[in-house]
């Protein structure tokens, strides 16, 4: 049996935002905290593959963000091991002027894929996408669709050691859907860490073995996928 | 590499590996691509604009103020435009700079000072670009001499790193309450004509004289003009004001940017 190693830590856990809020008592407008996460405490090892699961609201965006370095917590720690990448939404940074190729190009340098690389990147994204002669149109110009292909494509090639992804495993048509799971599972194979966040209960219980629910910024359960489904289903029926 | 995000900050244990800093560099490179794209845009001429907008503003100035006055000092008001130019986009550069947490980069956290590093290159391209139209017009048209061409490039450089530096001080404050980039906008607007950006200081006098002495602008603007061989005030001037501005003008600087990871940090929770 292999050492197990420890990729993500999370001690008591909370974050507030800081909203500015204008209303009739109060017109020059007031700065309020509202409470996104609640004393989590977490240990994710390398290789689990886990769900978030949880209402609208109840802090799944949050703590991804807050995991990949992008917030500040209020209170608590987070400690990763290894590059973190966070697929939010389904676009990494790429420039509307440019083509799906210009953009793969010179984005995958900046996110540290070597020169002699680059061309076999950018065709693994070409044929992982099936964008046909849109590769090499502007990327202003594509549908939401095309978006998510191209922007999944580019994320899941970087192999990073975790992988949070934010409900985007929904985006493009049922052809790409299936083919982002199949990438998905190799990327798992090979043993990186993923959270991914979802209401999909049937992509969650198919790719995760551990499920994370989470309702107003608190842990409600964590543990073996089918239990926690069947927690988050009883809650929400 | 193992990370640490507490309320504090978001640090890294060890020293970055030699691939690590070669990313960073790419990552430079490509939000000041971004910025310079951002700028030109669709537009057939892209960041020709940058070099062509001061040349156009000092000729409408030098018209207006020839139709008023009879008689004006061409040189001298490229040199105040010009560097006023640089005064203004720097400025207000750092104050919005930590709007833009992730320089474009939105699957992973890049370092703060990866993003501080782009827009030091760019506040050097902005400068440049600002400043080289009209340092070609001072050259050749007014025969403004070598060195007070090469001086004009490096006053307009330090004026951009400093003022990024104060606007960068300003920028949370800045964020928490919008209105103040109003604020600023007038306040700028408003020293464009009080200050001497369109005459020499020497044109100025008694209340409007002793306000400009108090005005940072004055000393560069007015070096920039002694060295360019105008008339310039830099030889009568008070060396204890001028030092005393000029110190607190690069503390503040200084100071902007030595925080601005904390200051990044910080907003990254206000909606």
């Keep these: 049996m292999g050492i197990v190693r420890e990729s993500i830590a999370i001690q008591d856990l909370s974050l507030e935002y800081h909203d500015f809020i204008r209303a009739k008592n109060t017109p020059w407008g007031i700065i309020t905290p509202f409470e996104a996460l609640n004393s989590l405490s977490l240990v994710i090892n390398e290789g689990e593959t886990i769900a978030l699961l949880g209402r609208n609201g109840a802090g799944k965006s949050t703590l991804l963000k807050c995991i990949g370095g992008l917030i500040r917590p209020a209170k608590g720690k987070i400690i990763t091991n290894g590059r973190v990448i966070l697929l939010a939404g389904v676009d990494p940074g790429f420039l509307p002027d440019l083509t799906g190729r210009q953009n793969t190009l010179e984005l995958g340098r900046a996110y540290g894929i070597k020169s002699e690389l680059l061309n076999q990147f950018s065709d693994s994204i070409e044929d992982f996408a099936n964008l046909g002669e849109a590769y090499d149109r502007r990327f202003g110009g594509y549908s939401t669709g095309m978006r998510g292909k191209l922007g999944f494509g580019f994320i899941t090639a970087l192999e990073p050691s975790i992988l949070l992804i934010d409900e985007t495993l929904g985006v493009g048509d049922v052809e790409f859907r299936k083919k982002a799971q199949l990438r998905l599972k190799k990327f798992i194979k090979n043993s990186g860490t993923v959270i991914i966040s979802t209401h999909s209960l049937g992509l969650a219980k198919e790719l995760c073995n551990r499920g994370i629910l989470l309702d107003k910024g608190k842990l409600v359960v964590d543990g073996d996928i089918s239990e926690v489904i069947k927690k988050y289903t009883s809650m929400t029926s | ?271």
Aim: with cysteine; charged share 20%; net charge positive.
């Design chain 2, 1 to 271: 590499m193992r990370r640490i995000i507490d309320n504090n900050s978001f640090y890294e244990e060890g020293d970055l590996s030699s691939d690590e800093i070669s990313i960073d560099r790419e990552r430079e490179k490509f939000i000041l691509k971004k910025r310079l794209r951002n700028i030109s845009g669709k537009k057939r001429l892209g960041i020709l604009w940058m070099i062509m907008d001061p040349i156009v503003t000092s000729m409408i100035y030098l018209f207006v103020l020839t139709i008023l006055k009879g008689r004006t000092d061409p040189e001298s008001l490229f040199i105040g435009i010009s560097t006023y130019q640089v005064l203004q986009n720097s400025l207000k550069s750092g104050c919005i700079s930590i709007r833009d947490l992730t320089g474009g980069f939105k699957a992973e956290r890049i370092r703060t000072k990866t993003i501080l590093l782009a827009s030091l290159r760019y506040r050097f391209v902005d400068t440049l670009a600002t400043t080289c139209g009209v340092l070609g017009v001072l050259f050749i048209v007014y025969n403004v001499s070598f060195l007070g061409i090469i001086s004009l490039i490096i006053i307009s450089q330090i004026i951009g790193f400093i003022f990024e530096g104060i606007g960068l001080s300003f920028s949370l404050t800045m964020r928490r309450f919008p209105d103040l980039f109003n604020v600023l906008n007038l306040f700028l607007r408003l020293m464009f004509f009080a200050g001497p950006v369109m005459y020499p200081m020497v044109a100025t006098q008694g209340i409007h004289y002793q306000i400009n002495l108090y005005n940072p602008f004055t000393y560069f603007v007015e070096f920039a003009r002694y060295m360019a061989e105008l008339d310039s005030i830099m030889t009568i001037i008070d060396i204890k004001i001028a030092s005393v501005i000029l110190i607190m003008c690069i503390m503040t600087s200084i100071l902007g940017y030595y925080r601005v990871d904390r200051f990044r940090w910080r907003m990254t929770t206000w909606a």
